[in-house]
């Protein structure tokens, strides 16, 4: 076991992928020399050379068709968007080419490639770079989702996603690169389309992902005190949603809280909720509840700020609300 | 009617090509000139669907191009693909079936007409938004340098021809690729075929600067302009082309100077284009010139020409028998192809 800073489990996760399949490579903006702009693929240039750790020119439409034209002919590019917001230029690209062109192809290509990098409500980084794109790709065709949340998850995620055959939407959360862990010693992967239980409880169930099942656990703390009992899952996918593990927590606990960072109109959650009325209504005992951040440009002050994401005393409110109300 | 650019002059000498050579570019030619008209009669017809951009008057560009490739190089299209797709050997019969919606189609029936995609013969599209396949050619064209550069495979010497239009020289993907295929040194033609207009918009009245081929200078790329209605001028820019490329020396732009017989597509009443401007382009059809030219130098005479007109005109009623005749894709395949691996 050795601990382990997230943005380094991110780094070995590259590195063993690279060193055991040569057409693995990196592209981006800072990737190489400067070794990425939270220091996931430091070193890694001196290692590999600059063509496997290719600094590119600011033009992250072009460098990420270029990644799609490179993973119809072999490559498996791993694409580092140096803030996930960026690839709103690159929509077109990720949409259009990464997430159709398997099915428009009638299956003539596939498409291994990730797109990798941090998104999420940082500390007072203004609206622009503190953007959860997750929804806005949601529904895009042929694209797989993957928010990390741990060390651990980290790395085994993007080994996966790296070994996938088709595009992957990987997001990191920009707080959570200094998270530690006992990483295991041995190799590992992580299985890209499994929710992870990150709690057993038999009061509610809460779903999550990335920065926010952190805020959960907090929440927890004080739950467990007061006697409550929640089970929390980690969704780790969100396109697909693994709703086989989301069903066997929804027969036990048969209340569901959703706790996310993006937007609540279009957002994660909006789908969830549609699709447990489809799949689940006659197991629940109360309406599905969604805490999301709120329908705005993050505003840059940080009391602003914090009112827009979702704190662990809401979700300890929307606990016991929930539970409290006994049927 | 704007001016008309005075075209580059090409001084072809007989030697530079066999009767062999010479009959097989005029047969590419051909084929797609016959393959666009049934198209338009199909269309017409009530028999093919959705937005359909044909390719008469500019088969020189096809032609002079994709016959300058080998097998393992790419070809990377637009919208207006079919013709490209032809010259790089996707069988008729696969690219009629397309257009029919069929599961016998080069992309089974899932793309149509602006998605023609073919591994087999490293077709990467048909693509049907301005300007999107030029960094997916940019990537085929990155791989073969990072085969030959990164895995020391020397054998990786493909080359990527990339198609685009005059239009889609004012989009940001056309310079951002430029910079990079020439910071990088990529083996890659960027093929713009300047037939004047962009649906109404007049080339003059959307560019600063209506001379593309200038715009490679300063990524220190060469840039050429070529006669894009002699399918000898363009076969010989594109052959020292690829050969730069081939030899790892970078890419080069081609300005193909050419127009389009038809309205942008089939949908299009091409109200804007002067009849005047119609017919001194019409003059120039590519492929009665080369037919004078394949004549005057007894590199064939009319009853070989006619046969190889007679062929492939039987060819294409074949193409679309077979298209006809094909079974649709299955209802329950109607998920197939969204990820790899299903």
Redesign the interface.
């Known amino acids: 076991m050795a601990e382990t800073l997230l943005f380094n489990a991110l780094r070995e996760a590259i590195d063993e992928e690279m060193g055991r399949d040569?057409t693995v490579?990196v592209l981006g903006e800072d990737v190489g020399h400067y070794g990425g702009s939270y220091k996931v693929t430091k070193d890694l240039y001196d290692k590999y050379?600059e063509?496997?750790v290719l600094d590119?020119?600011i033009?992250e439409?072009?460098?990420?068709?270029?990644?799609?034209?490179?993973?119809?002919?072999?490559?498996r590019p791993i694409i580092e968007g140096m803030n996930m917001g960026f690839l709103l230029l690159a929509f077109?690209?990720i949409a259009?080419?990464a997430g159709m062109?398997?099915?428009?192809?009638?299956?003539?290509?596939?498409?291994?490639m990730v797109i990798r990098g941090p998104g999420g409500v940082g500390r007072q980084l203004g609206a622009e770079h503190s953007q959860r794109l997750e929804a806005y790709f949601q529904a895009v065709?042929?694209l797989?989702i993957v928010a990390c949340s741990t060390p651990y998850n980290a790395k085994g995620l993007l080994k996966s996603a790296i070994r996938d055959?088709?595009p992957v939407l990987f997001f990191e959360h920009v707080l959570l690169y200094n998270l530690k862990e006992d990483l295991p010693n041995h190799e590992y992967l992580v299985p890209l389309d499994k929710a992870e239980i990150v709690r057993s409880g038999k009061d509610v169930t809460i779903l999550t992902y990335s920065r926010m099942r952190h805020h959960v656990t907090q929440a927890v703390k004080g739950l467990e005190k007061n006697g409550f009992d929640p089970e929390v899952i980690d969704l780790i996918s969100l396109k697909p949603i693994d709703f086989e593990t989301i069903g066997v927590s929804i027969r036990k606990t048969h209340r569901v809280i959703i706790v996310e960072e993006c937007m609540k109109t279009g957002g994660i959650g909006a789908e969830i909720v549609a699709s447990i009325n489809d799949r689940f209504f006659d197991e629940l005992d109360a309406p599905v509840v969604r805490l999301s951040s709120q329908d705005i440009p993050t505003p840059y002050n940080g009391k602003l700020e914090s009112l827009t994401i979702v704190q662990p005393k809401q979700i300890e409110a929307a606990v016991e609300a929930m539970v409290g109300l006994k049927v | 009617m704007v001016q008309e650019r005075t075209l580059p002059q090409f001084q072809a000498s007989p030697a530079q090509l066999s009767s062999e050579a010479g009959l097989t570019l005029y047969e590419d030619m051909i084929l797609g000139r016959f393959f666009e008209d049934k198209c338009a009669e199909m269309y017409y017809r009530g028999k093919m669907f959705g937005f359909v951009h044909l390719y008469n008057g500019q088969e020189a560009v096809s032609t002079g191009v994709i016959k300058s490739l080998r097998a393992d190089d790419?070809v990377?299209s637009t919208y207006r693909d079919h013709v490209h797709a032809l010259s790089a050997g996707v069988p008729a019969q696969n690219v009629m079936a397309e257009l029919f919606g069929k599961e016998t189609?080069?992309?089974?029936?899932?793309?149509g007409s602006m998605?023609l995609?073919?591994?087999e013969h490293n077709l990467?599209?048909?693509?049907?938004?301005i300007g999107?396949g030029?960094?997916?050619?940019?990537?085929?064209?990155?791989?073969s340098?990072?085969r030959k550069?990164?895995?020391g495979d020397a054998s990786a010497d493909q080359v990527t021809a990339c198609f685009f239009g005059d239009g889609t020289t004012n989009n940001?993907?056309f310079f951002?690729?430029l910079?990079?295929a020439a910071?990088w040194k990529l083996p890659i033609l960027f093929v713009v075929e300047n037939n004047k207009w962009a649906i109404g918009m007049a080339h003059e009245r959307a560019t600063s600067q209506p001379e593309i081929y200038k715009k490679a200078s300063v990524f220190g790329m060469p840039g050429v302009e070529v006669d894009g209605m002699d399918v000898m001028a363009v076969r010989s820019v594109a052959q020292e082309a690829v050969a730069r490329a081939r030899a790892g020396e970078g890419p080069t732009l081609l300005e193909c100077l050419t127009y389009r017989f038809r309205g942008h597509s089939l949908a299009d009443p091409d109200e804007l284009r002067s009849k005047a401007e119609k017919e001194e382009w019409l003059a120039r059809d590519p492929i009665k010139r080369f037919e004078a030219y394949l004549l005057e130098h007894n590199l064939a005479d009319e009853g070989t020409l006619k046969a190889i007109r007679d062929r492939i005109q039987t060819h294409i009623d074949d193409a679309l028998t077979f298209a006809e005749g094909s079974p649709e894709p299955k209802p329950d395949d109607l998920y197939?192809?969204?990820?790899?691996?299903d």
Request: hydrophobic share 35%; glycine share 16%; aromatic share 14%.
């Open positions: 040569e490579f050379g063509l496997r590119t020119p033009a439409n072009s460098f990420t068709g270029m990644a799609v034209g490179a993973a119809m002919t072999g490559l077109n690209q259009n080419n062109l398997r099915y428009t192809s009638g299956g003539n290509f596939k498409i291994p065709p042929g797989k055959n088709n | 790419y990377c189609g080069c992309s089974r029936g899932r793309g998605h995609f073919s591994q990467l599209g048909g693509f049907a938004f999107e030029i960094p997916v050619a940019l990537g085929a064209a990155f791989q340098r990072y550069d990164a895995l940001g993907q951002e690729c910079n990079m910071l197939k192809y969204i990820f790899a691996d």
